[in-house]
């Protein structure tokens, strides 16, 4: 393996949404990440597992966690790891055999990561959920949608990847850091909710400053400035207008051929005029003229492009953002190299490769039922 993190030792205790799209991340960076599913375990939904691109890159193992065997085979593991991820619900881990001490009493230097929605304490800590629970209760679901409509979920995105995931992953880095220093363990207590308070920072800015309302698109970001927004074309498609700096924001009325004075964009109360003087001109043309008309110029209006037409965008391409039809490692790192991910696996098909590696009688375990070998 490349990567910043090659020669790191990754235990990913099988779950959903953010926990293993954190150990994506970090077999994208280089990491040697053994997932552990349990037998008959996976994702609920209609979704292979060999087309679930949050298994690339990692060894697939199958223990039963509730067989004593398993739970000392994984503690083997565990013995010779860097890190160990999981998202269970807070005590479960401890009620296993696999908690923070556990663990630490085979190997003390181990970064544990906790990826939960709630928290590891606190009043919800037992309670259920998933994305939209995180995002509705931090006010993030609050502040997306049109005006005058009810929110919009914004995919799994904000929650579950960006405020779980990327905040575990940077967790565990910076344990992992200090880890390296001092060889002191750590447990990363990563909630989702606590990621999207903290993803809100900016707008919080704004609302201790007097400058934002919790009327959707009435603000700067949320599609109610007209300088910031999306616009309907033609032929039913849409084109984004992000042109904030007055500079931008001039060259945009340039080429649309419309006037709009630059004075008139610090008064609120002619958004809804200066934004009907918008649509006006971006609907009387298609798609593809105004992305023509903007593609050399620095006005920041692009085109929204559906998933699949984003795999053909001239940027994109030019850049290797999509790697045989699939996101590509990011972010890229210039002395280590790429990280070229392997193709996702099922659960258990490396159940007896890692269990032998690591000097344990996989045959055995197998027999037992303590673990599961995938043809």
Known sequence: MTGPLA??????????????????????????????????????LPLPPEQDLANRGKAMVS?????????????????????????????????????P???????????????????????????????ANYISVTGALHAIGPAGGGPSIPLNLLGDYGGGSTYLVMGVLAALL???????????????????????AGVHSFAAAGEWTDERESNFLDGGAPFYGVYRTSDDRHMVAAG????????????????????????????????????????????????????????????VLTIAESHADPHLVSRGTYVDGAP???????????VVPATPKRPGSDTRAVLDAAGLDADALIASGAAVQQA
């Open 7 to 44: 020669g790191t030792r990754v235990i990913e205790i099988g779950g959903i949404g953010p926990t293993p799209f954190a150990g994506m991340l970090l077999a994208d960076m280089g990491a040697e990440v053994i997932r552990v599913d349990r037998p008959g375990g996976g994702l609920p």
């Open 63 to 99: 223990l039963n966690l509730k067989h004593p065997d398993a739970i000392e085979a994984l503690l083997c593991l565990v013995e010779t790891a860097d890190v160990v991820i999981e998202g269970f619900r807070p005590g479960v881990a401890e009620r296993l055999g696999i908690g």
């Open 101 to 131: 001490d556990d663990c630490w009493h085979r190997r003390p230097s181990l970064v544990y990561g906790r990826m939960t929605g709630w928290g590891q304490d606190g009043l919800w800590s037992q309670r259920s959920g998933h994305d």
């Open 178 to 200: 200090r880890a390296r220093q001092d060889g002191t363990g750590e447990v990363v207590d990563a909630a989702i909710v606590d990621g999207v308070a903290h993803l809100m």
């Open 244 to 303: 904030i700096e007055p500079q931008f924001f001039t060259e945009m009325c340039e080429l649309l051929d419309v006037r709009v004075p630059l004075e008139s964009l610090a008064d609120r109360r002619q958004w809804p005029s200066i934004r009907r003087l918008l649509e006006d001109a971006f609907g009387s043309r298609t798609q593809a003229h105004w992305s023509e008309v903007f593609a050399d110029s620095d006005a920041c209006v692009s085109p």
């Open 328 to 338: 590509a490692p990011a972010p890229r790192f210039q002395r280590s190299g790429p």
